[in-house]
Protein backbone atom coordinates (compact mmCIF):
# COMPACT_ATOMS: atom_id res chain seq x y z
CA UNK A 1 0.00 0.00 0.00
CA UNK A 2 1.24 3.67 -1.19
CA UNK A 3 1.81 5.71 2.26
CA UNK A 4 1.49 9.75 2.07
CA UNK A 5 1.74 12.68 4.46
CA UNK A 6 -0.52 15.50 3.89
CA UNK A 7 1.63 18.85 4.85
CA UNK A 8 -0.40 21.79 5.06
CA UNK A 9 -3.05 19.38 4.97
CA UNK A 10 -6.53 22.02 5.85
CA UNK A 11 -8.89 20.36 5.65
CA UNK A 12 -8.04 17.08 3.87
CA UNK A 13 -9.02 17.73 0.11
CA UNK A 14 -5.51 15.78 -1.02
CA UNK A 15 -6.32 13.20 2.08
CA UNK A 16 -9.61 12.21 0.08
CA UNK A 17 -8.17 12.04 -3.15
CA UNK A 18 -5.14 9.95 -2.28
CA UNK A 19 -7.57 7.47 0.07
CA UNK A 20 -9.81 7.16 -2.42
CA UNK A 21 -7.00 5.73 -4.69
CA UNK A 22 -6.28 3.30 -2.23
CA UNK A 23 -3.47 5.30 -0.45
CA UNK A 24 -3.13 5.16 3.59
CA UNK A 25 -2.02 8.89 5.23
CA UNK A 26 0.73 8.39 7.93
CA UNK A 27 1.36 12.06 8.50
CA UNK A 28 -0.42 15.08 8.89
CA UNK A 29 0.20 18.89 9.67
CA UNK A 30 -1.18 22.36 9.60
CA UNK A 31 -1.08 25.55 11.36
CA UNK A 32 -4.70 26.32 11.77
CA UNK A 33 -6.04 24.84 14.71
CA UNK A 34 -9.39 25.24 13.27
CA UNK A 35 -8.97 23.16 10.27
CA UNK A 36 -7.28 20.52 12.65
CA UNK A 37 -10.73 20.24 13.74
CA UNK A 38 -12.59 19.69 10.72
CA UNK A 39 -9.29 17.39 9.85
CA UNK A 40 -9.57 15.25 13.23
CA UNK A 41 -13.48 15.41 12.49
CA UNK A 42 -13.60 13.76 9.01
CA UNK A 43 -10.42 11.49 9.55
CA UNK A 44 -9.87 10.66 12.85
CA UNK A 45 -6.09 12.13 12.61
CA UNK A 46 -5.06 14.81 14.48
CA UNK A 47 -2.57 16.81 12.57
CA UNK A 48 0.39 18.42 13.82
CA UNK A 49 0.87 22.22 13.68
CA UNK A 50 3.85 24.68 13.22
CA UNK A 51 5.83 22.58 10.54
CA UNK A 52 8.89 24.21 11.80
CA UNK A 53 8.45 22.77 15.02
CA UNK A 54 8.09 19.31 13.95
CA UNK A 55 11.31 17.26 13.86
CA UNK A 56 11.73 16.02 10.46
CA UNK A 57 13.25 12.39 11.26
CA UNK A 58 9.95 12.07 13.73
CA UNK A 59 8.04 11.90 10.18
CA UNK A 60 7.04 8.25 10.14
CA UNK A 61 7.95 6.89 6.73
CA UNK A 62 6.32 7.39 3.29
CA UNK A 63 5.70 7.14 -0.50
CA UNK A 64 4.37 10.56 -1.44
CA UNK A 65 4.31 13.88 -0.73
CA UNK A 66 1.45 16.07 -0.84
CA UNK A 67 1.31 19.06 -0.06
CA UNK A 68 -0.54 22.57 -1.00
CA UNK A 69 1.69 24.99 0.40
CA UNK A 70 0.12 28.27 1.15
CA UNK A 71 0.00 30.27 -2.30
CA UNK A 72 -1.22 33.68 -0.87
CA UNK A 73 2.30 34.87 -0.94
CA UNK A 74 1.78 34.36 -4.56
CA UNK A 75 -1.65 34.86 -5.60
CA UNK A 76 -2.61 38.12 -7.63
CA UNK A 77 -4.73 39.47 -4.78
CA UNK A 78 -2.24 38.23 -2.52
CA UNK A 79 0.84 40.35 -3.91
CA UNK A 80 -1.45 43.52 -4.37
CA UNK A 81 -2.89 43.36 -1.56
CA UNK A 82 0.63 43.04 0.02
CA UNK A 83 1.87 45.43 -2.30
CA UNK A 84 -0.50 48.14 -1.48
CA UNK A 85 0.34 47.61 2.48
CA UNK A 86 4.14 47.68 1.62
CA UNK A 87 5.08 44.06 2.89
CA UNK A 88 7.07 41.43 1.50
CA UNK A 89 5.65 39.24 -0.95
CA UNK A 90 7.09 35.58 -2.37
CA UNK A 91 9.59 33.91 -0.90
CA UNK A 92 10.35 37.36 1.12
CA UNK A 93 7.04 36.80 2.92
CA UNK A 94 8.92 35.42 6.33
CA UNK A 95 5.34 33.82 7.71
CA UNK A 96 4.55 32.17 4.57
CA UNK A 97 6.67 32.42 1.90
CA UNK A 98 9.44 30.27 2.75
CA UNK A 99 7.76 27.08 3.38
CA UNK A 100 8.32 25.41 0.15
CA UNK A 101 11.72 25.24 1.54
CA UNK A 102 10.36 23.17 4.50
CA UNK A 103 9.10 20.76 1.87
CA UNK A 104 12.15 20.63 0.28
CA UNK A 105 14.19 19.73 3.72
CA UNK A 106 11.49 17.12 4.18
CA UNK A 107 12.11 15.40 0.67
CA UNK A 108 15.85 15.55 0.79
CA UNK A 109 15.80 13.87 4.43
CA UNK A 110 13.09 11.11 3.20
CA UNK A 111 13.71 10.69 -0.33
CA UNK A 112 9.80 9.56 -1.27
CA UNK A 113 9.32 8.52 -4.06
CA UNK A 114 7.05 10.88 -5.44
CA UNK A 115 5.21 14.07 -4.57
CA UNK A 116 2.47 16.49 -5.54
CA UNK A 117 2.37 19.80 -5.01
CA UNK A 118 -0.56 22.53 -5.46
CA UNK A 119 -0.81 26.43 -5.48
CA UNK A 120 -2.21 29.36 -7.43
CA UNK A 121 -1.72 29.57 -11.37
CA UNK A 122 0.77 32.46 -10.57
CA UNK A 123 3.33 31.09 -9.10
CA UNK A 124 4.61 29.88 -12.63
CA UNK A 125 5.48 34.25 -13.67
CA UNK A 126 5.62 35.23 -9.62
CA UNK A 127 8.58 38.15 -9.43
CA UNK A 128 9.24 37.58 -13.29
CA UNK A 129 9.02 33.91 -13.26
CA UNK A 130 11.86 33.70 -10.73
CA UNK A 131 10.24 32.32 -8.22
CA UNK A 132 9.12 29.32 -10.50
CA UNK A 133 13.24 28.97 -11.80
CA UNK A 134 13.97 28.49 -7.62
CA UNK A 135 11.64 25.66 -6.74
CA UNK A 136 12.11 24.25 -10.21
CA UNK A 137 16.20 24.34 -9.44
CA UNK A 138 15.48 23.00 -6.12
CA UNK A 139 13.51 20.16 -6.95
CA UNK A 140 15.45 18.91 -10.17
CA UNK A 141 19.07 19.78 -9.69
CA UNK A 142 19.26 20.09 -5.98
CA UNK A 143 16.98 17.12 -5.02
CA UNK A 144 17.31 15.04 -8.13
CA UNK A 145 13.92 14.39 -9.02
CA UNK A 146 12.45 14.57 -12.38
CA UNK A 147 9.29 16.97 -12.70
CA UNK A 148 6.59 17.99 -14.36
CA UNK A 149 3.69 20.18 -13.97
CA UNK A 150 0.41 21.88 -15.44
CA UNK A 151 -2.24 24.12 -14.78
CA UNK A 152 -5.71 22.87 -14.89
CA UNK A 153 -8.71 24.76 -14.46
CA UNK A 154 -11.65 23.01 -11.79
CA UNK A 155 -14.14 23.96 -13.91
CA UNK A 156 -14.14 20.93 -15.83
CA UNK A 157 -14.62 18.82 -12.25
CA UNK A 158 -17.11 21.55 -10.48
CA UNK A 159 -18.71 24.27 -11.07
CA UNK A 160 -16.40 26.84 -10.60
CA UNK A 161 -13.58 28.57 -12.84
CA UNK A 162 -10.71 28.15 -10.39
CA UNK A 163 -7.04 27.71 -12.24
CA UNK A 164 -4.25 26.00 -10.22
CA UNK A 165 -0.78 24.59 -11.03
CA UNK A 166 -0.02 20.83 -9.86
CA UNK A 167 3.65 19.88 -9.62
CA UNK A 168 4.65 16.20 -9.68
CA UNK A 169 8.10 14.62 -9.22
CA UNK A 170 9.12 11.54 -9.33
CA UNK A 171 12.87 10.15 -7.84
CA UNK A 172 13.11 7.39 -10.31
CA UNK A 173 11.05 7.88 -13.34
CA UNK A 174 11.82 9.75 -16.23
CA UNK A 175 8.40 10.51 -17.87
CA UNK A 176 4.78 11.51 -16.87
CA UNK A 177 1.27 11.90 -18.13
CA UNK A 178 -1.05 14.05 -16.89
CA UNK A 179 -4.27 13.08 -16.66
CA UNK A 180 -6.74 15.25 -19.23
CA UNK A 181 -10.14 16.44 -17.98
CA UNK A 182 -13.41 15.70 -18.61
CA UNK A 183 -14.59 17.43 -21.34
CA UNK A 184 -17.97 18.28 -20.12
CA UNK A 185 -18.44 20.90 -17.12
CA UNK A 186 -20.78 20.69 -14.28
CA UNK A 187 -22.95 23.79 -13.37
CA UNK A 188 -23.97 24.95 -10.55
CA UNK A 189 -27.34 23.45 -10.60
CA UNK A 190 -25.68 20.27 -9.28
CA UNK A 191 -24.56 21.70 -5.94
CA UNK A 192 -26.96 24.39 -5.12
CA UNK A 193 -29.26 23.89 -2.50
CA UNK A 194 -33.53 24.74 -3.56
CA UNK A 195 -34.14 28.31 -2.16
CA UNK A 196 -36.28 27.62 -0.10
CA UNK A 197 -34.44 25.19 2.12
CA UNK A 198 -31.44 28.18 2.55
CA UNK A 199 -31.48 30.46 5.94
CA UNK A 200 -32.81 33.91 4.74
CA UNK A 201 -29.00 34.52 7.37
CA UNK A 202 -27.34 33.74 4.18
CA UNK A 203 -28.90 36.34 1.51
CA UNK A 204 -26.96 39.38 1.80
CA UNK A 205 -28.73 42.49 3.70
CA UNK A 206 -30.08 45.93 1.77
CA UNK A 207 -27.01 47.43 2.81
CA UNK A 208 -24.96 45.21 1.71
CA UNK A 209 -26.28 44.75 -1.60
CA UNK A 210 -26.34 48.66 -2.57
CA UNK A 211 -22.94 49.05 -1.59
CA UNK A 212 -21.75 46.22 -3.45
CA UNK A 213 -23.91 47.45 -6.26
CA UNK A 214 -22.37 50.90 -5.72
CA UNK A 215 -18.75 49.57 -5.48
CA UNK A 216 -18.99 47.67 -8.77
CA UNK A 217 -21.10 50.47 -10.48
CA UNK A 218 -17.99 53.11 -9.76
CA UNK A 219 -15.09 50.42 -11.00
CA UNK A 220 -17.43 50.09 -14.40
CA UNK A 221 -17.26 54.03 -14.72
CA UNK A 222 -13.82 53.63 -14.32
CA UNK A 223 -13.16 50.41 -17.31
CA UNK A 224 -12.42 47.94 -14.06
CA UNK A 225 -13.96 44.79 -14.19
CA UNK A 226 -14.66 44.95 -9.99
CA UNK A 227 -17.25 43.70 -8.83
CA UNK A 228 -19.25 41.34 -7.56
CA UNK A 229 -20.44 37.66 -9.66
CA UNK A 230 -23.89 36.58 -9.78
CA UNK A 231 -25.04 33.40 -10.64
CA UNK A 232 -27.83 31.23 -11.29
CA UNK A 233 -28.11 27.45 -11.70
CA UNK A 234 -27.26 27.11 -15.00
CA UNK A 235 -23.44 29.32 -14.55
CA UNK A 236 -19.96 28.14 -13.46
CA UNK A 237 -18.86 30.41 -10.61
CA UNK A 238 -15.89 32.98 -10.12
CA UNK A 239 -13.40 31.44 -7.98
CA UNK A 240 -13.96 30.50 -4.21
CA UNK A 241 -11.28 32.34 -2.13
CA UNK A 242 -10.47 32.52 1.87
CA UNK A 243 -11.90 36.37 1.94
CA UNK A 244 -15.46 34.60 0.77
CA UNK A 245 -17.14 34.98 4.57
CA UNK A 246 -16.23 38.85 4.19
CA UNK A 247 -19.32 39.71 2.00
CA UNK A 248 -19.48 36.91 -0.45
CA UNK A 249 -19.47 38.89 -3.74
CA UNK A 250 -17.41 36.82 -5.89
CA UNK A 251 -20.46 33.86 -5.60
CA UNK A 252 -24.23 35.72 -5.49
CA UNK A 253 -27.05 33.24 -5.89
CA UNK A 254 -29.87 35.00 -7.69
CA UNK A 255 -32.81 34.79 -5.91
CA UNK A 256 -36.46 35.41 -6.86
CA UNK A 257 -37.65 39.01 -6.29
CA UNK A 258 -38.07 40.42 -4.32
CA UNK A 259 -35.38 38.85 -2.37
CA UNK A 260 -31.53 40.14 -2.53
CA UNK A 261 -29.18 37.56 -3.48
CA UNK A 262 -27.53 35.26 -1.60
CA UNK A 263 -24.00 33.51 -0.22
CA UNK A 264 -23.49 30.27 -0.89
CA UNK A 265 -24.01 28.11 2.29
CA UNK A 266 -20.83 26.38 3.71
CA UNK A 267 -22.50 23.14 2.75
CA UNK A 268 -22.48 24.59 -0.95
CA UNK A 269 -19.29 25.73 -0.77
CA UNK A 270 -18.20 22.32 0.24
CA UNK A 271 -20.17 20.62 -3.19
CA UNK A 272 -18.28 23.52 -4.89
CA UNK A 273 -14.86 22.30 -3.70
CA UNK A 274 -15.82 18.25 -4.69
CA UNK A 275 -16.40 16.94 -1.44
CA UNK A 276 -18.90 14.45 -0.30
CA UNK A 277 -22.34 15.24 0.94
CA UNK A 278 -20.93 13.52 3.92
CA UNK A 279 -18.40 15.92 4.32
CA UNK A 280 -18.47 17.08 8.46
CA UNK A 281 -18.07 21.04 9.02
CA UNK A 282 -17.53 21.26 13.04
CA UNK A 283 -16.37 24.84 12.89
CA UNK A 284 -18.60 28.39 12.25
CA UNK A 285 -19.64 29.33 9.05
CA UNK A 286 -16.80 31.89 8.99
CA UNK A 287 -14.41 29.58 9.24
CA UNK A 288 -15.82 27.26 7.25
CA UNK A 289 -15.44 29.42 3.97
CA UNK A 290 -12.20 29.68 5.19
CA UNK A 291 -11.02 26.03 4.93
CA UNK A 292 -12.76 25.26 1.75
CA UNK A 293 -11.46 29.00 0.12
CA UNK A 294 -8.18 27.68 0.48
CA UNK A 295 -8.62 23.89 -0.52
CA UNK A 296 -7.98 21.63 -2.91
CA UNK A 297 -10.47 21.06 -5.47
CA UNK A 298 -11.33 17.31 -4.56
CA UNK A 299 -11.63 15.39 -7.56
CA UNK A 300 -9.25 17.28 -9.31
CA UNK A 301 -6.50 16.16 -6.96
CA UNK A 302 -7.68 12.49 -7.25
CA UNK A 303 -7.59 12.73 -10.80
CA UNK A 304 -4.03 13.59 -10.55
CA UNK A 305 -3.30 11.20 -7.19
CA UNK A 306 -4.61 8.08 -9.44
CA UNK A 307 -2.20 9.24 -12.00
CA UNK A 308 0.57 9.57 -10.11
CA UNK A 309 -0.03 6.01 -8.05
CA UNK A 310 -0.82 4.35 -10.91
CA UNK A 311 2.77 5.56 -12.71
CA UNK A 312 4.57 4.05 -9.45
CA UNK A 313 3.58 0.55 -9.88
Known amino acids: MIKFIDLFCGIGGFHLAMERNGAKCVFACDWDKHSR ?6 FNIAPFGDIHKIPIASIPKFDVLCAGFPCQPFSLAGVSKKNSLGKKHGFEDEKQGNLFFSIADIIEYHKPK ?3 LENVKNLLSHDKHRTFKIILNTLQTALGYNVFYKVYDASHYVPQHRERVFIVGFRNRSSFQFPNPPLKKPLLKTILKKNRRVSDKYTLSNKLWEYLKSYAEKHKKSGNGFGFGLVDENSISRTLSARYYKDGSEILVKQKTPKNPR ?11 GFPKTFKIPVSDTQAYRQFGNSVVVPLAQDIAKAVIRHLS
Open 114 to 116: AFI
Open 37 to 42: ITYSKN
Open 263 to 273: RLTPQECALLM
